[in-house]
């Protein structure tokens, strides 16, 4: 009797005719079974994930390098010479004094003629915000000074 069973159908002794029950046709006129091409896919994955992480890294970057100069310059108007209590909200001026200690005062640039290194303005948390924007390029541009540490 197997022997006038066409190839194309699915039989066996224990299951009988089984074409119905298996994931895939069996049908001469099925369509073709194609493994995908997972090697590009994947390529294309790993461009895209890279990107997103080379895009989250310069975020970071950035990030971190606006963190260490409001860090430095948290750390310079600290450093200063003043003898009062700053306000918050206020604006004030960091100079560099005759001899050569920066120092911090209300008296804006164009009252008198000293250095002046940068304008801040002191926040609620208790953190300077650099105010002009010349300002930024003065730790690249930065020369020796000294500073007096309060502690």
Same mark, same amino acid.
């Given at each position: 009797? #197997?022997?006038?069973?066409?190839?194309?159908?699915?039989?066996?002794? #224990? +299951?009988?005719?089984?074409?119905?029950?298996? &994931? *895939?046709?069996?049908?001469? %006129?099925? &369509?073709?079974?194609? /493994?995908?091409?997972?090697?590009?896919?994947?390529?294309? !994955? /790993?461009?895209?994930?890279?990107?997103?992480?080379?895009?989250?890294? =310069?975020?970071?970057?950035?990030?971190?390098? =606006?963190?260490?100069?409001?860090? #430095?310059?948290?750390?310079?108007?600290? $450093?200063? +010479?003043?003898?009062?209590?700053?306000?918050? !909200?206020?604006?004030?001026?960091? *100079?560099? !004094?005759?001899? %050569?200690?920066?120092?911090?005062?209300? /008296?804006? &640039?164009?009252?008198?003629? @000293?250095?002046?290194?940068?304008?801040?303005?002191? $926040?609620?948390?208790? @953190?300077?915000?650099?105010?002009?924007?010349?300002?930024?390029?003065?730790?690249?541009?930065? @020369? &020796?000074?000294?500073?007096? =540490?309060?502690?």
């Amino acid at each position: 009797m #197997e022997k006038e069973k066409p190839d194309n159908v699915v039989y066996s002794k #224990e +299951k009988g005719f089984y074409a119905s029950v298996l &994931p *895939y046709s069996t049908n001469v %006129g099925a &369509p073709v079974i194609k /493994i995908d091409d997972v090697v590009a896919w994947k390529s294309r !994955g /790993i461009h895209n994930v890279n990107k997103e992480f080379e895009n989250k890294f =310069n975020e970071l970057k950035m990030q971190y390098q =606006n963190l260490m100069q409001e860090y #430095e310059w948290n750390e310079l108007v600290y $450093n200063a +010479k003043f003898s009062f209590e700053p306000v918050i !909200g206020e604006i004030y001026h960091l *100079y560099i !004094g005759d001899d %050569g200690i920066n120092f911090l005062s209300l /008296i804006a &640039p164009h009252e008198w003629n @000293k250095e002046h290194i940068a304008t801040f303005k002191l $926040n609620s948390d208790k @953190k300077w915000i650099v105010q002009d924007e010349k300002a930024n390029s003065f730790f690249s541009n930065q @020369k &020796p000074f000294q500073t007096i =540490n309060t502690d």
